[in-house]
C-alpha cells in the first residue's frame, strides 16, 4: 500500500473540470442544493444554500475538486467565482487550471 503522495496520487494528480467555453448553462443551480453524492461523496447529505456566500464557497469547493464538466457548469457561476477566488480552499492544480482558464475566457487575471 502508498502511504505518500505522488505526482500519481492525490489531488495533484486529478482531472480538473473545466468547460469547453464560457456558455452560460441552460439550467443553473440556485437556492437550497444537495450535492451529488460523487461531488459530497464523504460525511451525510448536507443542505447548501446559494444565496449565503459562505455556503457557495463550499460548493465551489467542492465542484471545483470533485465534480464534472456538467457539474461545474451547473453549480458553478463563474462571475461568482472570481468574486469569491481569494477565499476558496483549492489544491494548486485546481487553482493553476482555473486562473488559466479564467485569463483565456474572461481576460481576468487571478492569483493562483
Known sequence: MVTSRSAQLGPEARPVALPDDDAPSTSRASGLVQLPVHVRWSG?????????RQDRARVYEQVLREGTTEDVRFYVDVDQLIDLWDELVLPRSVRQAWAEWILRHRNVEIAC
Open 44 to 52: 451525510a447529505p448536507k443542505t447548501y444554500d446559494l444565496d449565503l
